[in-house]
């Protein structure tokens, strides 16, 4: 591992003006914010060639405060407009962060799609089971019979696996961490951008002041253990995507690279001159 | 060379012409030709075409190509371009130029998408949300949708902003024999591209005719739809909400006056047809057999632009009018801008047909 002075570190963010952040206390979005950089530090991706892109929420705040090309969308929109600026200069590094409503409700049809294309992007997507900037309402992840400020009787919906249906929408990459596991999480994050195509990162993540008080789990501090007890790494479990109970973390998916659409385009350009 | 083409064909050569580089569009009748054409053609001059999975991603695809520094184009029809209206807004307020091509179609919902309409008009100016103006082109012929594709680069480029061509599926699907020049005449910005570490993305300096910074330059800058300081970043201050909302009305109102693009004839006459798009057609045709018929002439001022509405220019065009007719098929959109822009002593007539047929020239000859 390379160290990371914290010079390198600070010099990742627009200190100058954007601080302090607008994210409560205990929220566990600056843990991903402040991984997602030292990912890229030990990378060595510079910040003159790296995009990243958001649409609406509290996790879509994020590009806000990092000194690179940063690209805050529409509600749901990240992943469109992430294409668009893939497609126009491949050579950049796309990198899109959103939570579960923004990505999996509103974009949930980009989701998939962009997936199947299979777009050279890295998605980070910050699952807390809710919608923060709002005030608590229950997202495609919130699980069933659980209470939110829009199901104030207990939630009637089935919920998504971020995961699995990232997988099943053909991302070449898919891996779950948690705030509590941040070295797993930074490793997560580097195969991630590391893997060549559309890879998705699900990072669980706690949201006290709306999720953690509606569940009754408690402060920051309670929700970091209760993402400890209830994750399970992936070499403990004998099929991932049976677990219902418990948060399975590690590389679920990693299938062998296929050219991303990108590649596939420069084919086109070269027939389309033939 | 002279070529048999459709007004949806030459939108796109237009736009290959005009350096446009990048498309991101869904199939919708009956603008589909213009995704065909340059899902063919972009390819061979190194451009891209992607076809999305809704025009949402269409329109927010294309936004992602700007900001990178490609000239990008969208095409659609009525329900689409409803779609496409959240991120048009998104165009507006981080300064995007771009493209939105509306072939006009019946509605409202699916209505009749392949029968002609100019339904779209009010859609065109309103269908945002927020508060902006926005520029319109509306051709009338095959060569201008050549032209005025080529045109609303240039204005998108220069001033920044969305520009939205509103054809009608009559011009659309229309074939007419055109020679369309091989060079066209394209804005360039005069002034180099400042030093990163004294550029404002929205500074009041590069409103418009400026050169622009784009993602992947070093400049390391930040767009986002929330009311931003000059430095892109967001507030609520109210003196800066004013500040951008004022910019953004800038852009039109300190160039209106070579914005405004209209065509005219005989303007000196008591009676004046104030048209566009394809019922500008019937709207000649009308004039030419009233002029036969009865010796009188008849004015005719034809909007080759319907937004910004040029209404300082109309008030002084038709100063010597007594009676203006404005034919449109629809139920009278642009009429009451014409309306509240003469003088009260004008009578004011709209003709409509909102059958899908096209309006006939004889429906406007009864008018007159």
Redesign the interface.
């Known amino acids: 591992m390379i160290d990371i002075t914290q010079d390198r570190f600070l010099n990742f963010f627009r200190l100058d003006e954007r601080f302090p952040h607008i994210l409560c206390p205990g929220c566990g979005i600056g843990t991903i914010m402040g991984t997602m950089v030292r990912a890229f530090l030990d990378l060595g991706i510079s910040q003159d060639e790296l995009c990243v892109i958001s649409g609406i929420g509290c996790s879509s705040r994020v590009p806000g405060y990092l000194d690179c090309d940063t690209f805050h969308t529409l509600h749901g929109r990240a992943l469109p407009a992430a294409t668009g600026v893939k497609l126009a200069k491949p050579e950049l590094k796309v990198v899109v962060i959103g939570g579960d409503g923004d990505i999996m409700a509103i974009g949930g049809n980009h989701f998939i799609h962009t997936a199947r294309r299979n777009l050279d992007i890295t998605v980070i997507v910050v699952n807390n089971f809710t919608y923060g900037m709002t005030g608590g309402q229950y997202s495609p992840t919130t699980p069933t019979h659980e209470k939110a400020s829009t199901a104030p009787f207990g939630n009637v919906e089935r919920s998504f696996d971020v995961c699995f249906i990232a997988k099943a929408a053909g991302a070449m990459f898919v891996a779950r961490s948690t705030t509590f596991h941040v070295a797993h999480l930074k490793k997560m994050i580097e195969l991630a951008l590391n893997k060549k195509g559309f890879s998705v990162v699900e990072v669980i993540s706690q949201c006290p002041t709306f999720y953690g008080r509606y569940q009754g789990i408690g402060d920051a501090v309670k929700m970091l253990e209760w993402l400890k007890s209830r994750s399970v790494d992936v070499s403990k479990v004998p099929d991932p995507w049976q677990v219902k109970d418990r948060f399975v973390i590690g590389v679920l998916h990693d299938q062998q690279e296929v050219p991303p659409y990108t590649e596939l385009y420069q084919s086109v350009r070269e027939r389309a001159r033939e | 060379m002279r070529q048999l083409l459709s007004g949806n064909e030459a939108c796109a050569i237009g736009a290959i012409r005009a350096g446009v580089r990048?498309f991101?569009g869904y199939p919708i009748t009956p603008s589909t030709e213009i995704a065909e054409y340059l899902a063919?053609e972009l390819?061979?001059v190194?451009g891209?075409f992607?076809q999305?999975?809704?025009e949402?991603?269409?329109i927010?695809?294309?936004?992602?190509?700007?900001?990178?520094?490609?000239k990008?184009m969208t095409a659609t029809s009525g329900p689409g371009f409803s779609l496409m209206q959240?991120?048009i807004g998104?165009s507006v307020m981080a300064e995007l130029p771009c493209i939105i091509v509306n072939v006009m179609r019946g509605g409202p919902a699916t209505g009749t998408p392949t029968r002609t309409s100019q339904a779209d008009v009010m859609q065109a100016r309103y269908g945002t949300h927020g508060d902006h103006p926005i520029v319109a082109l509306c051709p009338w012929s095959v060569r201008e949708c050549f032209d005025l594709t080529v045109e609303a680069v240039n204005i998108s480029e220069r001033l920044r902003i969305p520009v939205i061509v509103l054809m009608d599926e009559i011009v659309g699907h229309m074939r007419e024999v055109v020679e369309l020049p091989e060079e066209v005449k394209l804005w360039q910005p005069a002034k180099p591209k400042p030093v990163r570490e004294e550029y404002y993305h929205y500074d009041d300096t590069n409103n418009y005719d400026a050169a622009i910074a784009s993602?992947?330059e070093?400049?390391?800058?930040?767009?986002?739809?929330?009311t931003h300081r000059k430095d892109g970043?967001?507030t609520d201050e109210p003196e800066i909400i004013k500040w951008n909302l004022d910019r953004l009305r800038a852009k039109i109102e300190d160039n209106r006056s070579w914005l405004w693009d209209l065509d005219y004839q005989d303007l000196g006459s008591e009676t004046v047809i104030v048209c566009y798009g394809s019922a500008a057609r019937s709207a000649m045709e009308a004039k030419h057999q009233v002029e036969l018929k009865t010796g009188r002439r008849i004015g005719i001022l034809r909007l080759r632009m319907l937004w910004p509405f040029p209404s300082q220019r109309l008030i002084g065009l038709l100063r010597s009018a007594r009676r203006v007719i404005v034919p449109e098929m629809n139920q009278g959109q642009l009429y009451r801008e014409v309306e509240r822009t003469v003088n009260l002593n004008v009578s004011v007539v709209s003709v409509q047909r909102y059958d899908g047929e096209m309006l006939t020239p004889e429906e406007i000859v009864a008018a007159i």
């Open positions: 990048f991101a063919r390819p061979r190194g891209t992607i999305m999975e809704d949402i991603g269409s927010c695809c294309m936004n992602g190509a700007t900001a990178a520094g490609l990008a959240e991120g998104y993602f992947g070093g400049y390391r800058i930040h767009l986002t739809g929330l970043f967001p």
